[in-house]
Structure formats: C-alpha cells, structure tokens
C-alpha cells in the first residue's frame, strides 16, 4: 500500500521522489517532509498559522526574514528532509482537498512540485501563492528575486527552477484582510502577469496576445475586473491595472516588487494622497469604496491607449455571477522554461 511505503520513509530524511509509490497526495508527503510556513508582516499570518498547525502539527513557522530568497534559504538550511514544503503567510489549508490524489510520470528528483491555489477574491486558481515542495538543494543554489543577477529572474522561481503544475488546489490565498493587502497583492500580480517568462518587454516592438499567451491574459483580466463583492477586492482591482500600467506603460523598475516599502510608498503617494486619506483612517469598514472608481478607470484608460486591450469593472453581483459560472484553466506537467538566445 502506498500508506505503507511512505511510512516506513518518513524516518529516511534523504528519501527521494522517485523512491516513492505513487499515486501521492499533499496530505501523504506531509508525512515524508518537513513543511514551513513563511510569513513576514501579513495582517491573517496568526489566524493562517492557528489554522496550518491544527491541521499540521509537524510544520514549522520562518517569520519576519526579509527578502523572498533569503526565506526560502532558511528554510533549506533548516530542513532535516531532503525535500521540504512551503506555505505563504497569506495562505490557509483546505484539509479536505490534502487527499487528493495525482501521478506524475517520469518524475525527476530536481522538480519543484507546485499546487495551484484558490484566491479569495477572484475565484482565479493558478500557481500564485500555491504550496510548494522543494528539493532542498534546488533551494540552496537557486538565486531568484533579492539576490537574482541580470540574466535571472527577479520576480518568481519558475522560470529558473524546473517546475512542476499540479492541477489542483490544497490552499486558499486571503489576500483581502485589510485594504494594504490586497492592493499589494493585486500591484504586484498586475507586474508579473504582463512580464514574458519573467522579463520586462517593450510592446511597442512586439505583439502583445503572442507575448503574454492567452492564460496569462485572461488571468490579468480578471485580476483588474473582478473582485467587488468581496471586503477590500476593489483595491485589488486598482492594484492590478496600476501594476499593469507601470510596468507596460512606465516601464518602471520592475524589481520593486519585491520591496512591500516602496509599493506601500507608491500607495501612499499615488491613492490615499490623491483622496484625501490621513493617517489610518478606516477604510476597512467606514469607506465608501465608490471613491476609487475614478482612480480605476483612469489607469485602464492609460493602459488601453498602449496596449490592444480594454477592462470593465464588474459590479458585486457580476462578480459574483462570474466567479460561479467562471471554470480556471487546467495547468498540469512541467512549466515550458525559456531558452536562452
């Protein structure tokens, strides 16, 4: 039986992939690694962590680290297992999805096995914020984000690493604890969606639908028309198109991503200035978020003046009615990794 194989494994910290009898679940390898729940200032990350540890006792809080190589790296020195999980501070587990059973063929010990996750205010369903599970040697000598040079992606490990998509969820990204959050979230995603295999393109000189593919295009759309009827989904909304215009438009330094300061400096500046916030006031609860409305249509205006496309903005109950009707696209095998020139 598969239970038994990977039990008698647990205690053999250098197991491989390949030396396990598939089919695997999430909740199966659980038993085989070590797991880590990475969290720096996410306003859930202690509700996220009650609910991670209940469900898994064994997994292991890394907090605070600034810089995401830097934290995957902790990780990787603190594994005892030759593999091991990681959990992003936004994200909580779906227990009756850790079941779930997938094979992969020809597996390869150097993979990065990694699971889609369901956001909280899309209903999109990709690798954003999806657990992952780590050759711990692949960690060590990864250099991606902080620490990436010129000829390395600045902004995700996929396209260094050789990743693997598993097509299905275990976990449910909240994004939208406070309005910060999710304009983070949404800034940041509105960046990497309109990049090419990592990479800042000018779309003055090339076609915009063949460069990005139609999976990243309708996943940026939904990211900047779809979300109002959830707590602090309509910033976002606005996160998602200023990320978009700032990359495509003012093609900013596209690495500021990973410095939660200056995209906090850029919503200060550029949004709460702009209306007339002060200090904290509270937009959670007291907000009329209609004020953002211009602020919204403003960038896609921007955007589609450079770009052959166009977003509307879905009122709550369209956003509602699209998210039950909207079915994600399958994404499964290893990602396509760009060759070099």
Known sequence: MVEAVLFKKFFVKDV??????????AKLLFDC???????????????????????????????GIKGFDKALKACAEKSKTNYFFVIDGDNQLIEERLDNQFLIKNIQD?????????????????????????????????????????????????????YYLIDDYVTKT??????????????????KMS???GKQVDFAKCDFENTLGR????????????????????????????GLYYNCVEKFDYSQINSYEWIESLLESEVLKNLGINGEEDVNFEFDHRRLHPLIYSYGSLVSKELP?????????QSLRFKDRFKNPRRSGLLKRKTKD
Not at 174 to 191: C, D, L, P, Y
Not at 309 to 317: K, N, Q, R
């Open 16 to 25: 491989n992939l390949s030396e396990l009898e598939q089919p695997f679940s």
């Open 33 to 63: 690694f070590d797991i880590f729940y990475i969290c720096f200032d996410e306003p859930n990350r202690v509700e996220n962590w009650e609910q991670i540890k209940k469900i898994v006792p064994k997994a292991q809080k890394i907090e």
């Open 110 to 162: 150097h993979w990065v096995l990694s699971w889609s996750s369901l956001n909280s205010v899309n209903g999109l369903a990709y690798g954003n914020g999806g657990l992952k599970l780590w050759p711990k040697q692949v960690a060590l000598e990864i250099q991606s984000h902080e620490n990436a040079d010129e000829n390395n992606d600045k902004t995700d490990y996929c396209f260094i690493a050789s």
């Open 174 to 191: 909240v994004i939208n604890k406070n309005f910060r959050q999710a304009f983070r979230s949404g800034f940041r995603e509105g960046v």
């Open 195 to 197: 990049l090419s295999y």
């Open 215 to 242: 999976q990243n295009r309708l996943r940026l759309k939904i990211w900047c028309e779809v979300g109002s009827d959830v707590l602090n989904g309509i910033w976002a909304i606005l996160g998602a198109r200023m």
């Open 309 to 317: 496309t166009e977003y509307g903005l879905l009122s709550p109950i």
